[in-house]
């Protein structure tokens, strides 16, 4: 137990001996790890004024994130800085500056002292001339870091570290100093740094009720600065808490008087009976502000040229125009229709109607149908419904399976090079008559139609009429 003890106080003499010394505070590497002329383009995390370089060297070292330096020989200023240079943050030049970087930095695996490795927050002394220990000097952890703040002060005999916030910023809590005993870790910090609020104006509330009834009034509405309120040193809302506008700016109610009537207007008829009109406006005065309006009718009417008219009798206008072709096929036949109408003039006054027939008809496409299939319902000639002549009767064709190998073998039939759509379910409109193929199955390199696989026994509906479309 008193070894122990000896040996114990030994290695805190040899700690404090070396604190005197170069050995826990390593020199620079003037040769390797320094550029004169020098500097590092990053952010110091840390800036001390008025310091050299080998104490600024011993702040990185004491410090629990820096890598290297930046030191100032002009202004004796030493910047902390937690990165070393890289291939992707190179140094540039600036001939005040000297840059240093740290030899001693201990990484993942500690360092060797003496035949053991000291882990990061512990220091190697020399107790004797061939014994060397570790002894934990520092937190396990690094500090905290605090947003928006810095380190003001780090103590290493206590292990501390105080903060404060960075210029802008306003500081909420009194616990900015945290410890730490060797080898454990940072106690809470209760303390943290925050911007500025800016007060903003919240939604207006609803207006206030009106001065006055009629006439022409004021009403008011406010607003708070409250969304959010203004904190940490942020400046107020600008402008007013309050507006105002004008309300029930109509006068109180008039009642409306009748005018003078106006002149009879012209006579619906020139003979025969017929009537005038004239009218009155409700405007001596116009009815306002809520006022009643005029009572009693704004128009009155009498009757006018009574006498009986003579007798028209009615005439026919001209032929209109002939009419589509009410066969939807372009050949076989089919009928055209153009009309009149008795309207010039029309029958009046007891005359007689027009004599003789309002329509005429005509033929029309009746040329041969050629060959035993051709499309309908359509107005192009390459698009329809398909239509089959089949045991003397024209009819359709059902969908079911109808693809666009049968639907080729359609287009070919009609002279064209192949199809480009099936219109399936009626989608070109529905046939009519018979339906006379189902279940149609080509191949594709077929003349006809008919020199498919087809069933006649179907069950389908003209909903189910199958088009095409051809180029």
């Given at each position: 137990m008193l070894y122990f003890a000896t040996e114990l106080i030994l290695v805190f003499l040899s700690l404090l001996s070396l604190v005197e010394t170069s050995d826990i505070c390593?020199?620079?590497?003037?040769?390797?790890?320094?550029?004169?002329?020098?500097?590092?383009?990053?952010?110091?995390?840390?800036?001390?004024?008025?310091?050299?370089?080998?104490?600024?060297?011993?702040?990185?070292?004491?410090?629990?994130?820096?890598?290297?330096?930046?030191?100032?020989?002009?202004?004796f200023t030493c910047q902390l800085i937690d990165k070393k240079k890289n291939q992707l943050k190179p140094l540039i030049d600036d001939v005040n500056f000297v840059y240093m970087e740290m030899t001693d930095t201990v990484g993942a695996g500690g360092k060797l002292c003496g035949d053991v490795i000291c882990n990061n927050y512990s220091t190697c002394i020399r107790i004797s001339s061939e014994k060397m220990t570790c002894i934990e000097t520092d937190c396990a952890e690094h500090y905290p870091v605090l947003k928006n703040g810095v380190v003001l002060e780090r103590t290493f005999s206590p292990i501390s570290a105080t903060y404060g916030c960075s210029p802008g910023f306003t500081s909420v809590g009194s616990g900015n100093r945290i410890t730490c005993r060797p080898g454990?870790?940072?106690?809470?910090?209760?303390?943290?740094?925050?911007?500025?609020?800016?007060?903003?104006?919240?939604?207006?509330?609803?207006?206030?009720?009106?001065?006055?009834?009629?006439?022409?009034?004021?009403?008011?509405?406010?607003?708070?600065?409250?969304?959010?309120?203004?904190?940490?040193?942020?400046s107020s809302c600008s402008g007013s808490s309050v507006v105002s506008t004008t309300c029930i700016t109509i006068g109180c109610p008039v009642n409306g008087v009748w005018g003078s009537w106006y002149g009879w207007g012209s006579c619906s008829a020139t003979c025969g009976g017929g009537a005038k009109h004239r009218t009155r406006s409700c405007d001596?005065?116009?009815?306002?502000?809520?006022?009643?309006?005029?009572?009693?009718?704004?128009?009155?009417?009498?009757?006018?040229?009574?006498?009986?008219?003579?007798?028209?009798?009615?005439?026919?206008?001209?032929?209109?125009?002939?009419?589509?072709?009410?066969?939807?096929?372009?050949?076989g036949g089919g009928v055209r229709i153009r009309i009149r109408l008795c309207d010039n003039p029309r029958p009046m006054y007891g005359g007689s109607s027009c004599i003789g027939t309002s329509e005429i008809f005509t033929t029309c496409n009746t040329d041969r149908c050629s060959g035993n299939i051709f499309l309908a319902n359509s107005n192009v000639h390459n698009k329809g419904i398909v239509y089959v002549y089949r045991n003397g009767y024209w009819g359709t064709v059902c969908d079911d399976n109808f693809d666009m190998e049968d639907a080729h073998v359609v287009c070919k039939s009609l002279g064209f090079i192949r199809a480009t759509a099936v219109h399936p379910s009626a989608t070109l409109g529905e046939g009519s008559g018979l339906i006379l193929m189902d279940d149609v199955n080509c191949a594709g390199t077929e003349g006809s139609i008919f020199d498919c696989s087809y069933i006649t026994n179907h069950n389908c509906g003209h909903h189910e009429d199958v088009g095409v479309t051809c180029q």
């Open positions: 390593h020199k620079p590497n003037w040769n390797n790890n320094n550029a004169n002329g020098k500097r590092l383009p990053e952010f110091p995390i840390k800036i001390f004024e008025k310091i050299g370089p080998q104490s600024c060297y011993r702040e990185c070292q004491a410090h629990g994130n820096c890598f290297s330096v930046n030191w100032d020989r002009n202004q454990g870790k940072w106690s809470a910090l209760s303390y943290r740094c925050e911007p500025p609020v800016n007060g903003v104006w919240g939604s207006w509330y609803g207006w206030g009720s009106c001065s006055v009834t009629c006439g022409g009034g004021t009403k008011h509405r406010t607003r708070s600065c409250d969304n959010p309120l203004p904190m940490y040193g942020g001596n005065p116009l009815p306002m502000y809520g006022g009643s309006s005029c009572s009693g009718s704004s128009v009155v009417s009498t009757t006018c040229n009574t006498i009986g008219c003579p007798e028209v009798n009615g005439g026919w206008g001209f032929w209109g125009e002939w009419g589509n072709c009410q066969r939807t096929t372009t050949c």
